[in-house]
């Protein structure tokens, strides 16, 4: 299959299923980082004892370029990405680049892949991953002295199968995602610690994610943070160790501003919950998510409908918004696009 025919095929096939034959590579060994290659797609060589595959040494990020309405081709928010990276690589103890070593891996994939960028509605989804490769199986309380930086891509359409559609989540009230302070950090551990519980949600339930809120905190979902909003206010938990501090997050919020909506950030509980989906609208933020609606929470086996259970006009407005400076059709006035 060509790569034209795999774009094509990607749209259809489960959100990051196909990887582009491309990828970058960089690792760190005798305490300095190599410069970085840029290789055919294959699997890794790796020891049986790596760090990784015992103690779980491992984060990633999770970004996207888009290609402009004018052919050219931009990611969204690298810097913000990077830190991000750099604080989970700092939570688990792996060594990360100091200098722009990850930025100038991506820019390079990309442009060498820049016939794997779909157009609009497909994107490419760009996936930065750090892990221990220090083989150490003793190493339970140290460090992996090794790691392997590479970088993989994914031309994508939407990440919910089935398209556009009001998503129903159901609400757990009582466990955790992951643990309070580790909640930040983009570790793929924290997505292991949730999957039981949203695998059981989805058989159980026909769900599409789990809403977390401990102790009544309605805190994000398995794999995108949560907003409330109505035709006047944007309301959202203000950022803590707890959870993902979303880039989609911070810009919608940036853009309702914009818009003239009052962006409120404070503790959401359960009562205030119920109380907002009797008129409001609810919806998911997230890079692979976008700005997706939610029409549906499943409670203690009870399922209730937000507003009338489809997509609200607000969450249209702000995802045409963002989709908007996303393809070059409105103007970046926050300076998001990077070049490529
Ligand atoms: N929360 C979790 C657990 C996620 O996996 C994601 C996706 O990356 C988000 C929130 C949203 O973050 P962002 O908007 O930076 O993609
Ligand atoms: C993202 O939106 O980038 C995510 O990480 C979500 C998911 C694919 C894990």
Redesign the pocket.
């Known amino acids: 299959m060509n790569v034209k025919e795999q774009l094509t095929q990607a749209m259809t096939m489960p ?2 299923k196909v990887l582009a034959d491309t990828m970058a590579s960089a690792s760190f060994v005798d305490g300095v980082w190599s410069e970085h290659k840029i290789t055919p797609l294959a699997p890794l060589q790796l020891s049986p004892g790596a760090h990784v595959f015992h103690y779980a040494s491992s984060c ?5 370029a888009h290609r402009g309405q004018d052919g050219r081709i931009r990611a969204f928010r690298m810097d913000r990405h990077m830190a991000r990276f750099r604080n989970s690589a700092e939570m688990l103890c792996l060594p990360f680049p100091a200098d722009d070593l990850c930025n100038r891996m991506i820019r390079e994939l990309v442009s060498v892949c820049d016939h794997w960028v779909p157009e609009h509605p497909g994107t490419l ?1 760009i ?1 930065p991953t750090l892990i221990g490769t220090e083989a150490s199986i003793g190493s339970a309380a140290s460090p992996s002295k090794e790691a392997l930086l590479y970088v993989v891509i994914s031309p994508v359409g939407d ?1 919910f199968q089935g398209g556009q559609r009001p998503l129903k989540l159901m609400v757990e009230a009582k466990k955790w995602r992951t643990s309070p302070e580790f909640g930040q950090a ?1 570790a793929g551990s924290n ?1 292991a610690a949730a999957l039981k519980i949203i695998q059981d949600a989805k058989k159980k339930l026909g769900v599409d994610q789990v809403l977390f809120a401990p102790g009544g905190d309605v805190q994000e979902t ?3 943070n949560f907003i409330m909003l109505n035709d006047r206010q944007l309301i959202t938990k203000p950022l803590d160790n707890s959870f993902l501090p ?1 880039i ?1 997050r911070d810009s919608i919020l940036k853009l309702a501003q914009d818009l003239g909506y009052e962006v409120v950030e404070r503790k959401i509980t359960l009562q205030d919950l119920w109380e907002w989906i009797k008129n409001g609208e609810a919806a998911l933020t ?4 976008v700005l997706a609606g939610v029409g549906t929470l499943v409670y203690e086996g009870k399922e209730i409908l937000i507003g009338d259970g489809g997509i609200g006009p607000n969450t249209q407005r702000l995802r045409t918004a963002l989709l908007d400076i996303q393809k070059g059709l409105a103007p970046d006035t926050h300076s998001w696009m990077n070049n490529i």
């Open positions: 959100f990051g990633f990020e999770g970004m996207k989804y996936r990440y983009k997505y398995g794999a995108a979303g989609t997230g890079t692979a998510a």
